[in-house]
């Protein structure tokens, strides 16, 4: 048995189209579909921020004083 997990997007006609490719040819198969409405997340996963890989590890950052901007020609 081989499970596949996607993620779709029904259109705003209703349908789900599914092209789901396997590796089995001519020969029968069961296929057992489970349809979960998904609600938007909003804001970042939990445990994002300690997880994330290559986070820096060494001496907090700092920000130097920001110089005056020049002032440049116009293009147009």
Not at 24 to 43: H, R
Not at 51 to 70: A, K
């Amino acid at each position: 048995m081989e499970s596949i997990k996607i993620r779709s997007h029904v259109g705003a006609d209703g349908i789900l189209h599914l092209d789901i490719p396997v590796e089995m040819t001519d020969t029968e198969i069961e296929v057992t579909l489970t349809i979960q409405k998904l609600t938007p997340q909003k804001g970042w996963a939990p445990g994002f921020f300690e997880e994330v890989i290559g986070g820096w590890v060494g001496e907090p950052l700092s920000r130097p004083e920001q110089r005056e901007y020049e002032t440049r020609e116009q293009l147009f």
